[in-house]
């Protein structure tokens, strides 16, 4: 019973350890994490039963071990679920910025890299504050600006900067499981202002928990602050 109690927490130490390195891929790393939470499920429950037949208490605790990889995978599965199921998240979903470096990416190859026209209508209802930022300043200097700042972004890697169309390209790395995002951002001028545009999509799951609009609306905060 130890041991059967053992094996679902380290399958998704496993999965976390090994994906957070690095070493495994991170959809490998989030499937080993709910495989290990499922199969820590049924362990508890085979545990509980053979309690109850053996009368024995003490294994109350293995089912309690056996379990604990579920008080974790639950709460996220209810955080992530409570999001609209997309990955792609735009400023601009009537004219939403296209990839480039992105495109050249291995593990994007053979992916459709365009904007999925039914996400427009989620995310104007989801995110009715994921907008197109506005400045009175030059593009140039708002691309600088723009430049910077994502190269201080924790796990954010410029992969493209363009000075001639202000347009910047880029990978983040997300902290927990080592999820990559594509993210491209673009400087032009509007009416005499400065008209800033941003897309981040996700390259797996079907949904992203919010993270790609908390990304938009955290960068474009950040920027208009500055």
Known sequence: MRFLAVVPVLMCFVGIGLSGAGLLPAMVGWALFALGSLVGLVVSITIVLARVRRRQPKFRVFAI????????A??????????????DVTTNVENPLA???????????GRDMTYPE???????????????????ESPEQVFQR????AAIQPGWAITNSNAEYRTLEGEVTTAFFQFIDDFVIR?????????????????????DAGANANRIR?????????
């Open 218 to 226: 955290t960068f474009l905060t950040k920027l208009a602050s500055k």
């Open 118 to 136: 039914h996400f427009g209508p989620v995310v104007r209802k989801a995110y009715p504050n994921i907008r197109p930022l506005v400045l009175d």
């Open 187 to 207: 400087v032009s001028d509007h009416d005499g202002q400065t008209l800033v545009e941003m897309r981040s999509k996700s390259r797996d799951g079907l949904v």
């Open 146 to 149: 723009a430049k910077r700042l």
């Open 99 to 109: 990839f480039t470096a992105a495109l050249k990416a291995p593990a994007n190859a």
């Open 65 to 72: 071990l056996a379990a604990l990889p579920l008080t974790i």
């Open 74 to 87: 639950v709460p996220i599965l209810i955080h992530d679920l409570s999001y609209p199921r997309i990955n």
